[in-house]
């Protein structure tokens, strides 16, 4: 069975940092590119940052500069490196593993940039 | 970027009837196009993809349609399970872009 399973989320002070980790099982990691996606309070889904299997990475206009994404493939595990949060970060943060669409997600971590 | 609209917002169904909820593209993204389910507190689930294939163990109630920039989900016969927030996302371009939902309630 695949699971996905986020952690690291919180409650961050506006220009702190958080690292979310999305621990992976059930599946050959190597062989599947992953992305993280946030849902805001109130609004829909938005993808936020994508890593291939390969390592090559993308990120949002919203996000570029600030987050990073990167995996360990020893470790089976996708992170988010994120960096002078604003109060707009505020969302539930999902990994899901990629095709073209997302064909697994986790249950998500909520981050909270507040003062 | 590709924009993704949702109609309508929300969608008051009562338990047995149907649903067609609507997503169009701003350009044309030809058949790459997935729908996804997500109830409270849950993580979503992917309903269809390539516009009309159903994902692994999704219920035949749920079927999908449309091609380049006018797209359709239908739900026959709602069960209670599927009173959720339903999002419709292109992969023809980068970057990947979701509509803002729709909500299906209980009538």
């Known amino acids: 069975e695949v699971q996905l399973l986020e952690s690291g989320g919180g409650l961050v002070q506006p220009g702190g940092t958080l690292r979310l980790s999305c621990a992976a099982s059930g599946f050959t990691f190597t062989n599947y590119a992953l992305t993280w996606v946030r849902r805001a309070p109130g609004k829909g889904l938005e993808w936020v940052s994508g890593i291939s299997a390969n390592g090559a990475d993308t990120s949002a206009d919203s996000v570029k500069g600030r987050f990073i994404i990167s995996r360990d493939n020893s470790k089976n595990t996708l992170y988010l490196q994120m960096n002078s949060l604003r109060a707009e970060d505020t969302a539930i943060y999902y990994c899901?593993?990629?095709?073209?669409?997302?064909?697994?997600w986790g249950r998500g971590t909520q981050v909270t940039v507040s003062s | 970027e590709t924009v993704m609209t949702q109609s309508p917002a929300t969608l008051s169904v009562s338990p047995g009837e149907g649903a067609t909820l609507s997503c169009r593209a701003s350009?044309?993204?030809?058949?790459?196009l997935a729908w996804y389910q997500q109830t409270p507190g849950q993580a979503p689930r992917l309903l269809i993809y390539g516009a009309s294939t159903r994902a692994t163990g999704i219920p035949a109630r749920f079927s999908g349609s449309g091609s380049g920039t006018e797209f359709t989900l239908t739900i026959n016969s709602l069960q209670s399970e599927d009173f959720a927030v339903y999002y419709c996302?292109?992969?023809?371009?980068?970057?990947?872009?979701f509509g803002g939902g729709t909500k299906v309630e209980i009538k």
């Open positions: 899901a593993r990629q095709l073209y669409y997302f064909d697994q």
């Open positions: 350009q044309s993204i030809s058949t790459f």
């Open positions: 996302q292109q992969y023809s371009d980068r970057p990947l872009t």
